[in-house]
């Protein structure tokens, strides 16, 4: 059975920091890409940040650019979104999810329950 556990969301002030991870069982990690996305109460779901399986390859939507590092450790099977400079336009649950193909739009087969962070002004 595949599992996707997300951890480390929280309240933080604005300008703050946060490192989210999800942390991956059932699954051969290292042969998936990672996807964090995030969801705030009224708004559709937003694809934050992605990586690819092996090193290399990461995306960032343009709203997180410059703010936000995705990074994982295919050893411990842990997937990570550093999250710097948070803003209150932040506040969302945050999920992440495994695709066999890289991409922000690519099709994810199995997501996380997600994690609340919440930025307060």
């Known amino acids: 059975e595949v599992q996707l556990v997300e951890s480390g969301g929280g309240l933080v002030q604005a300008g703050e920091s946060l490192r989210l991870s999800c942390a991956a069982s059932g699954v051969s990690f290292d042969a998936y890409a990672i996807g964090w996305f995030r969801q705030a109460p009224g708004k559709e779901r937003e694809g934050v940040s992605c990586?690819?399986?092996?090193?290399?390859?990461?995306s960032y939507a343009d709203s997180v650019k410059g703010r936000f590092a995705v990074s994982r450790d295919n050893f411990k099977n842990t997937a990570y979104l550093q999250m710097n400079t948070l803003k209150p336009e932040d506040t969302a649950v945050y999920s992440c999810?495994?695709?066999?193909?890289?991409?922000?739009?690519?099709?994810?087969?199995?997501w996380g329950q997600g994690t609340q962070v919440t930025v307060s002004s």
């Open positions: 999810a495994v695709s066999r193909d890289y991409g922000l739009t690519a099709k994810y087969d199995y």
């Open positions: 990586i690819s399986g092996g090193p290399g390859s990461t």
